[in-house]
């Protein structure tokens, strides 16, 4: 069975860079069958899609975060990670990774990770 | 404000059918697939519909979604009490090339 797991640290100040890894067992980042992604939720509120990444390393992110996210993949370790530079109070969310069901950024999100709490101080 | 237009609730009692709308536009829903997730409390979406109206394995038939023209719908029949969630539609944005969500809806069980 596919797992997913985020880590990283909890609390960020503000205008510093947010980083996070998603660890995968049970499957292969390096299959080419599939897309990974990263998934934002700020407390109460949506889902906001942040970006995805195949295991080539070709990336999509959401336009209004371009500037800001940086998402890399770590086929040996099994991993992938996300940057997010210059965060205010507005990025403190839930993140999750989460895996697309196939090997266009544009399937739906199949398998994700429990999802952990990064909130931005000031 | 969501691209993706969902009722912010709605309910039903054990047994009944409820739908769930989501009102999109030609550049996202007439134009792509559309997804269903369900949010339970505290915990992360959970796949439930993809490619319109198809479910994967292990989602109970009781969940069926369907689309026309730039609408989607969400329905739930035989409502049971574990149902009761938060329903994201999703789908890409040709124009926006972007995932879009709706704002959710949070379906209670009378």
């Known amino acids: 069975q596919l797992h997913l797991q985020e880590s990283g640290p909890g609390l960020v100040k503000s205008s510093e860079t947010l980083s996070l890894t998603c660890t995968v067992s049970g499957g292969s980042i390096s299959s080419s069958n599939y897309y990974w992604g990263w998934i934002r939720q700020p407390p109460g509120k949506g889902l906001e899609w942040i970006g995805s990444?195949?295991?080539?390393?070709?990336?999509y992110y959401s336009p209004p975060l371009k500037s800001r996210v940086t998402i890399s993949i770590d086929t040996p370790k099994n991993q992938f990670s996300l940057k997010l530079s210059s965060v205010t109070a507005a990025d403190t969310a839930v993140y999750y990774c989460?895996?697309?069901?196939?090997?266009?950024?544009?399937?739906?999100?199949?398998?994700w990770g429990q999802g952990t709490l990064v909130t931005v101080s000031s | 404000q969501s691209v993706l237009t969902q009722p912010l609730s709605a309910s039903g009692t054990p047994g009944q059918r409820v739908i769930i709308s989501c009102s999109g536009s030609r550049s996202n829903i007439k134009s792509n697939y559309v997804y269903w997730y369900q949010q339970l409390p505290g915990t992360a979406p959970k796949l439930l519909i993809y490619?319109?109206?198809q479910r994967p394995s292990g989602v109970p038939d009781r969940f069926s979604g369907s689309k026309s023209g730039t609408s989607a719908s969400l329905a739930i029949s035989g409502l049971r009490s574990e149902d009761d969630a938060i329903y994201y539609c999703a789908v890409c944005d040709d124009n926006l090339s972007d995932w879009v969500f709706g704002g959710g809806t949070k379906l209670t069980v009378l």
């Open positions: 490619n319109n109206d």
């Open positions: 990444i195949y295991y080539s390393g070709t990336t």
């Open positions: 989460a895996r697309h069901a196939g090997s266009y950024w544009k399937e739906s999100f199949d398998y």
